[in-house]
């Protein structure tokens, strides 16, 4: 059974830091880029970054650019997100999320047609 398991949201001041982990089971972990995108209240779902063993990319977005870290644990079949300095614009739901054949770029990391999905964590910076 594949499962992607996300923890590490909660309640934070600005400027403060998070770390968000997503544990994968059921597929090999090197072959997929994995990574995660957020839902703020009221809007899409948007992607914020991506981590790809096979294209030996990694992905964030303008507004994340600096403030955020994915790292991954092939041993732990985990990936992380480090996220400092955080905004109260960064008030989201955030899903991680696996595809065996996107790349791992602004134009393909897109909550659409993904292989695998995790259940969102929340995450909500305070001002």
């Known amino acids: 059974e594949v499962q992607l398991q996300a923890s590490g949201g909660g309640l934070v001041q600005a400027g403060g830091s998070l770390r968000l982990s997503c544990a994968a089971s059921?597929?090999?972990?090197?072959?997929?880029?994995i990574g995660w995108f957020h839902q703020a209240p009221g809007k899409g779902r948007e992607g914020v970054s991506c981590?790809?063993?096979?294209?030996?990319?990694?992905y964030y977005r303008d507004s994340v650019q600096g403030r955020f870290t994915i790292s991954s644990d092939n041993a732990k079949n985990t990936v992380y997100l480090q996220m400092n300095s955080l905004r109260p614009e960064d008030t989201a739901v955030y899903y991680c999320?696996?595809?065996?054949?996107?790349?791992?770029?602004?134009?393909?990391?897109?909550?659409?047609?993904?292989?695998?999905w995790g259940k969102g964590t929340l995450v909500t910076v305070s001002s």
């Open positions: 999320a696996a595809d065996r054949l996107l790349q791992c770029d602004e134009n393909e990391w897109v909550p659409y047609g993904l292989d695998y």
């Open positions: 059921g597929f090999t972990f090197d072959d997929y880029t």
């Open positions: 981590v790809s063993s096979v294209y030996r990319s990694i």
